[in-house]
Structures are given as structure tokens and as C-alpha cells.
């Protein structure tokens, strides 16, 4: 591990001991700092953001760098909270300044990320993308453009996990120190982040009101102009928040370039809706076909009976539970998905057929496992299928 590599880890944990023992000079009121909600964030970045630093620290190079980014972007988080019980609620268009010092690093470990032919590439999507979650800080209410904060870390952090699971599934029985860092990474966040949201702000930061004593413009050292909350990954294009944000950090007036709403352009009338969503649950149906592009994390089918799933875009996880007859149909998005099952039979999984043009190739999935004592324990297999 070069000099370089081991000053910034040793910068990261001086920032770390700083931060779980009183606020920063010059940018945390001291007063403020010693309110329970900001006692409470820094136990959470020494105790669970640390272990995620311990373990990057074993691991050294890029993980040990996109790690410090995370590291810092908790710290920026903890001044923008305490500042939040100094500040008056910011208006659309201030919340992109107030915002503008996490903005900055979540942008720097993006680029990061991005494009990288690191060997360590999901490790650097897995943190960039779990960065996100932190933009809950700038919730303003309802018609912000943002979940409740609760909702955001989650869906934030499972966005991520896509490439943390990767991580795991590669070092699952190559490398501890790498199994530890994505474990602690998601614990970070879940349960961490969105218990300490749950408990302490569930509605949001609590911003001053107007007309307080302490009330102050939304302010910050610097005005970086652009908010942009994005995946580590820039092919897809902007959608959610990402696009939200993006549009108000713009720089155009919020009006600019609206448009009178015509019938043809009503949700309830249009035609193409197939928009991703987060996560598809389908309980307790009988003879139900369901079809749809893509979703963020995953899809499950529980309690359920003769189920025809198809997936035409991508889909990182497929959990069958409880089921009996299950056709699922995929596309060559999804062929990397990971399907679990658990007490269910006749499990099916039709994929494009490589010899054939728009032909299915179907593949049963073992219902029945044989196991056998040897070498001093039990090994596992499948019982071996046959198409239909």
C-alpha cells in the first residue's frame, strides 16, 4: 500500500475521531451540535460508517479511496444537518445551494465510477450509488420532488445493492476483508441510516420557521451550482429524482418551458406508461399473468398459484416463495438475474432460445435436493430436471 494511499486513510480517520467528538471549527454551531439527533449521527458514522473504513482500509486502493468519499460525504451531511436548525426552509430554488457541498462529492465519486476498468469496478458503483441516500437531507416536504426520507434511504440504498450483491457473490469464498466491507457498506444504510431517520426525522430535516430569532438564509461556504443525484452509472439516462434535481440545478427559471396539459397528454390516457419501478410483489394469486419492463430491485411471487411472470427489460433479484406452478420468462436483459426459491414446486424458467429467432428455451428448476454425509458433513445437490 503506497504513502499516498495510507496519508488518506489516516487523514479519514483523524476526520472520523473528529466528528464523534464535537462538531467542525467554523462550519457546526457548537450549540447545535450538541443536540441529540446530531450526538445520535455521529455515534452512527463512528460505529457503523467506521467499520465500512476498517474494512476498506484492509482492502486498500480504489476501495480505500471511494470509500474516503463516502466517509466525507457523511461529514458534509452532519454540517448540513445542523445547519438545517439554523436555516429556514429553502425554496426550490435554494435547496440547490444548501445542497451544493454534498452535490460536489456524490459528483466526484460518480466520476470515480464511472468508466472505470477498476477490477474493483462494483465496489466504486456500490458506494457512489449508495451516496444518494444521504440527499434526504434536503427533503422539503410534500411536492419536493423526494420521497418521505425513510422511503428514499431505502429505495436509495437498493438501487446500490445490485452492485454490492455482486461484490459478494465474486469474494463469497475468495475474501473475507471484501464480504465484510459490502456487508458493513449496506448496514451503513440498512438498517443504520433509515432507523436513525425513522427515529429522528422522519418528516424531515426541522428547519427553522419563519420569523425565528435564529432564522438565516440558506447559506454555505461555497454555491456550487448544480444538485444532480444520480446512479454511479451515466448510460441510463436521468429519471426520478435524478431528473428533478437536475432540472432545478439547471439554472432556468422552475416555470421555463411548462406547457398547457392537452388530453393526449394525461397520465390516464397515455399509452406508454412501462416505466421502471422499484419492486414487484405478487401475493397470493391464482391463474395470474403479469408483464412488465424492468425493476430496480426486485420481483417477488409468494402464496401463489399457476403465476406467468415475464420480464422484458431487467430484474437483479427473482424470489418464488410458497408457490406452485411458476412460468417466468426472460429477456436477455434479465439473464443475469438471481432467482431464489423456497417451498415451491414446478418452477419453470423459459429464456431466449440461442438456435432459434424469438424461440424459448425452457429449463425446470429443482424442486428436490439429494444430500450426502462425507468428508465429515452434508453436501447438497440438485436432483437433475429435464426441459419440457
Same mark, same amino acid.
Given at each position: ?36 439527533? *446530531? ?25 480505500? #479511496? ?33 445542497? =451544493? ?12 465510477? #464511472? ?34 426520507? *425513510? ?40 438498517? /443504520? ?46 429519471? =426520478? ?63 401463489? /398459484? ?41 418452477? /419453470? ?20 435436493? *439429494? ?18
Amino acid at each position: 500500500m503506497g504513502e499516498a494511499l495510507i496519508g488518506r486513510l489516516e487523514a479519514a480517520v483523524s476526520q472520523l475521531e473528529a466528528l464523534s467528538g464535537g462538531a467542525r471549527g467554523g462550519l457546526s454551531d457548537t450549540a447545535s451540535a450538541q443536540d441529540p439527533p *446530531i450526538v445520535a449521527f455521529d455515534d452512527l458514522v463512528a460505529s457503523a460508517l467506521g467499520r465500512v473504513s476498517a474494512a476498506a482500509g484492509k482492502i486498500g486502493a480504489d476501495v480505500a #479511496e471511494v470509500t474516503g468519499l463516502v466517509e466525507r460525504a457523511f461529514l458534509v451531511g452532519k454540517d448540513l444537518l445542523v445547519r438545517t436548525n439554523q436555516t429556514q426552509k429553502p425554496t426550490m430554488e435554494s435547496v440547490t445551494t444548501f445542497m =451544493g457541498p454534498l452535490n460536489e462529492t456524490i459528483l466526484e465519486a460518480n466520476a470515480l465510477a #464511472e468508466g472505470t476498468r477498476s477490477i474493483y469496478a462494483n465496489h466504486l458503483k456500490a458506494a457512489a450509488g449508495s451516496l444518494a441516500a444521504l440527499a434526504w437531507i434536503g427533503y422539503t416536504g410534500k411536492g419536493c420532488g423526494m420521497p418521505l426520507p *425513510i422511503a428514499h434511504v431505502e429505495e436509495s440504498w437498493q438501487m446500490a445493492e445490485f452492485y454490492s450483491n455482486k461484490v459478494l457473490v465474486e469474494y463469497k469464498n475468495k475474501d473475507p476483508d471484501h464480504v465484510e466491507w459490502a456487508k458493513a457498506l449496506k448496514e451503513l444504510y440498512v438498517p /443504520n441510516l433509515r432507523d436513525y431517520v425513522k427515529r429522528y426525522y422522519p418528516l424531515g430535516p426541522a428547519w427553522q420557521p419563519p420569523g425565528s430569532a435564529n432564522n438565516k438564509a440558506p447559506s454555505v461556504p461555497s454555491a456550487p451550482t448544480s444538485l444532480s443525484i444520480s446512479s454511479a452509472s451515466s448510460s441510463h439516462p436521468k429519471s =426520478g429524482m435524478s431528473a428533478v434535481f437536475a432540472e432545478i440545478s439547471s439554472g432556468k427559471p422552475v416555470t421555463q418551458g411548462l406547457r398547457k396539459v392537452t388530453d393526449d397528454m394525461k397520465s390516464k390516457n397515455r399509452t406508454d406508461k412501462t416505466g421502471k419501478v422499484n419492486n414487484i410483489t405478487i401475493d397470493k394469486c391464482i391463474k395470474v399473468g403479469v408483464l412488465f419492463k424492468g425493476v430496480v430491485a426486485a420481483c417477488e411471487i409468494v402464496n401463489c /398459484n399457476s403465476a406467468e411472470v415475464q420480464c422484458e427489460g431487467s430484474v437483479p433479484t427473482i424470489s418464488i416463495d410458497n408457490t406452485s406452478g411458476c412460468q417466468l420468462y426472460l429477456s436477455k436483459e434479465s439473464l443475469e438475474t438471481s432467482i431464489t426459491t423456497a417451498k415451491s414446486s414446478e418452477i /419453470n424458467a423459459l429464456v431466449p432460445d440461442a438456435n432459434t429467432d424469438g424461440d424459448w428455451a425452457e429449463h425446470s428448476l429443482p424442486q428436490q435436493y *439429494i444430500h450426502a454425509f462425507k468428508d465429515g458433513q452434508f453436501t447438497t445437490s440438485p436432483v437433475s430436471h429435464s426441459g419440457a
